[in-house]
């Protein structure tokens, strides 16, 4: 779990991705000489702070985002959110703009019409630094928590699967907690230069009252996205064939890289497959380490099978 925790420790809210990308192309760099398949790797001009890899000859993509929640500061150390984390009096947060690093605490500060800010308490930050949460990794005998398991799971998990692939393309998406962006221009890439047009969505989903701790990956038949149902039935049928533990999620809220999939003018078959964790946007999100297990093991049957 040491790749992982060095992931959740690494700033790169929703537009400032550039320094995660670095670390996992280093990563690859480093480590490709001994997955079983040498990749073709494309990133920089053209892709802004996204990576795509391609291996032998794919049929199916994985998505997996890069960036996580945060905030930006504003005015007079009021701050305003990146995607949609907790806000609490107290939460830790963690920069640095020009005067050096930044190690503070949230206030909210609520006016005579209940309108809520947030602000930081310390030191004068500089206009449009950004926060994030300060992690504290812990791993337990069941357990995982820290912040950005969202989707820095996601992310640890394509690189699981990147050891053993043969054949397929993992794309690492960028600004997917704040509406996206980056999609659009990767599916272009993969469907005009490699004819793919399937994909698995590598994220992190709830713990609600249908999906339980380890109890499984969840695969989604839909949140606010609802992708084609063949095509889910399909991936369904691969897992129950597996013999890999899984749970069924079926939500009408939250979104992932999958809706701008669907979103884009390329045809598509996108399904959401990933952990659930608890404490959603939080400093504390957590994730069984048993759902972690079948997670990567469903995306490399999958990559084999679909």
């Known amino acids: 779990m040491e790749l992982l925790k060095q992931l959740c420790g690494i700033h790169a809210p929703a537009g400032s991705e550039a320094p995660l990308t670095d670390f996992v192309l280093n990563y690859i760099q480093a480590n490709k000489k001994d997955w079983k398949v040498q990749p073709e790797i494309f990133h920089g001009d053209g892709f802004q702070d996204c990576i795509v890899l391609v291996f032998g000859k794919p049929k199916t993509a994985i998505f997996a985002h890069l960036d996580s929640i945060g905030f930006t500061v504003k005015y007079d150390n009021e701050i305003v959110k990146i995607g949609g984390p907790v806000t609490k009096d107290g939460i830790e947060l963690i920069g640095e703009d020009s005067q050096g690093k930044i190690d503070s605490k949230l206030t909210v500060k609520e006016d005579e019409n209940s309108a809520k800010t947030f602000h930081l308490v310390d030191r004068h930050i500089d206009r449009g630094t950004t926060l994030t949460f300060k992690p504290n990794f812990r791993e337990g005998e069941d357990f995982v928590q820290c912040c950005y398991m969202d989707n820095r799971l996601g992310v640890w998990n394509a690189l699981q699967v990147a050891e053993t692939l ?10 997917e907690e704040h509406g996206g962006g980056s999609v659009g221009y990767l599916a272009k890439f993969i469907y005009e230069n490699y004819g793919v047009k399937q994909a698995l969505i590598s994220d992190i989903t709830w713990v609600t009252k249908g999906v339980k701790h380890g109890e499984g990956v969840a695969i989604s038949i839909r949140d606010s996205g609802l992708p084609r149902r063949s095509y889910v039935n399909k991936i369904i049928g691969l897992a129950k064939e597996s ?12 979104g992932s890289d999958g809706n701008a999939l669907q979103r884009s003018p ?3 078959d996108w399904c959401f497959i990933g952990a659930p964790e608890d404490n959603v946007h939080s400093p504390d999100e957590k994730v069984h380490k048993k759902d972690i297990e079948s997670m990567v ?3 490399k049957y999958l990559m084999n099978n679909l």
């Open 166 to 175: 043969e054949d397929g393309i993992i794309c690492f998406s960028c600004w």
């Open 266 to 268: 390329y045809p598509f």
């Open 243 to 254: 013999g890999i533990p899984f749970q069924l999620e079926v939500e009408n809220a939250g």
């Open 297 to 299: 093991a469903l995306y």
